[in-house]
């Protein structure tokens, strides 16, 4: 039994906060989380939390929104109580898939032909601008924005009110609103402001304002968004698992443990498939080449990758990009791995391609089962034969739905992450996988 330790267990896995708290051998903390008419999250924490290390465990998937304020609020109620530490565990990590821009079957981003054929910068969409330096002159890129000129207009604006000439007041941030038309007025086709005087120049130019082919600003980031929220709510620590980007990381300015499902998926080949040194892993796409490699070198297995031969035209359009096989998996077991499946495209089409290529068996080992949606009739439908993931998102309906589902326990992981945090004890051990 762990002492001086408190484990909350949201409402996005309830099974999964029971196994953890057996495991350390206290009981969950009482308390209560519901809604009010309104939908607003109530957090009620019904027993002192008062200089105890606090663990809350929240996962995503389902009604992510939901859960991720739930978090917020419980993380912010636990610091208001005087918690000594509060430690965020979020075995799916939500938002941490960053957002894309959308591209054209060129792979260019989706922004209006006349600027994207502009020849004026030579800017490409896999070029980078300069990093502004000593003697490097920005030209209204450095910083990278144009922010040289909203210097400017910043600095004349704050003469002219010194001056006592009235001035347009911004919100705080100091750039403008970009949803009115207003705002529009006062951008320059860099989307920057500019002064009021030159506003009946700009108005030619407010149907005409398109971003910089290149660039992602206009892109919401909402992974630094949530990052942000969940250091401002009050989180000391952060326990994951197989974020879809290790870099993400370093969104935050408070320690991250991102620990490894492979253990689990390693382990679940060695014991349950037949003749597995001579079944080939697969990567459904570029993106995870690099931990499905990490699997097959260690248990000395041959790899193949799927390469998406275009980019889809549309965020929603993942579907449509051709898939081509690199690799040889003809009268052989493939297995796929994946840190995520979320509507199953990405490994049913997989499948169908392995199938055609020859592949006698094709299992699909993803770390978290979201399942959105139809995935799982699209899973029974498909040429997969077995469908394991881990309970990192409560799998409980899925299994009932999906009889190629199998479920790898996560539980005893985060359990013996918490311990060992608490007692300042290494975790590096549930890192290693080899
Ligand atoms: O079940 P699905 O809805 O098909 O989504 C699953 C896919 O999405 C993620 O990759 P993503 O498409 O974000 O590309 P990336 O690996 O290049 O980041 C993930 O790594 C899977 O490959």
Redesign the pocket.
Known sequence: MVRNIVVIGGNSHPQLTRTICGVLGIPPADVLLSKFAVGETRVEIQESVREKDVYIIQSGGGKVNDHLLELLITISACKTASARRVTAVLPLFPYS??S?IPYDKAGAPLVKSSVRDRPSNGYTFESTPPTPGPGVKSEGLGLINGMENFQKSLAKAQIEESNGSPVKRRPANGLPRSDTADSLKSLTANGVPEDSSSNASNSSKINSFQPRPGYKQWVAQAGTLVADLLTCAGADHIITMDL??PQYQGYFDIPVDNLYGRPLLKSYIQRNIPDYKQAVVVS?????AKRATAIADSMGMEFALIHKERRPTKITD??NATMMLVGDVRDRTAILI??????????TRAAKLLKKEGASKVYALVTHG?L?GD?IERINASALDKVVVTNSVDQSVHLRRCPKLEVLEVGHVFAEAIRRVHHGESISVLFQYD
């Open positions: 898939r960053q894309d879809h980007d459904p796409d570029a993106g995870g993942r579907q994946d840190d995520l499946a979320d509507t199953s495209n990405t490994i979201i959105s995935a």
